[in-house]
């Protein structure tokens, strides 16, 4: 089992920027695709993006292309999210996961392991 802690959410104003950051633990990371997830009350969880075993690829969904950038330091292990130009509709909890095989998809049913979450709120 993989075992993953998210921090580095909080409260923030609109435009900021915040760096959420996945601990990873219980499995050689470098064997795992990972994913950012968010879930916002009373809706379901979505992809943000989602970063390759060996990190040479990323994808991220349509409202945060070049503004979030995924990256991973498999020397760590750690999963990072880099949020720019956060908006009022980013606010969420944010969630790590991790797929058993190298490459990231959009379905969250991928993912074997999850995180906590971590909660990122952006005022106006």
């Known amino acids: 089992q993989v075992h993953l802690v998210e921090s580095g959410g909080g409260l923030v104003q609109a435009g900021d920027s915040l760096r959420l950051s996945c601990a990873v633990s219980?499995?050689?990371?470098?064997?795992?695709?990972m994913g950012w997830f968010r879930q916002a009350p009373g809706k379901e969880r979505e992809f943000v993006a989602g970063i390759k075993w060996s990190g040479s690829s990323t994808y991220y969904t349509d409202s945060v292309k070049g503004r979030f950038t995924a990256s991973r330091d498999n020397t760590k292990p750690t999963l990072y999210l880099q949020m720019n130009s956060l908006v009022v509709e980013d606010t969420a909890t944010y969630y790590c996961?991790?797929?058993?095989?190298?490459?990231?998809?959009?379905?969250?049913?991928?993912?074997?392991?999850w995180g906590q979450g971590t909660q990122v709120t952006v005022s106006s």
């Open positions: 996961a991790a797929r058993r095989v190298p490459m990231a998809t959009m379905d969250p049913s991928d993912y074997d392991d």
């Open positions: 219980g499995r050689t990371f470098s064997n795992l695709a």
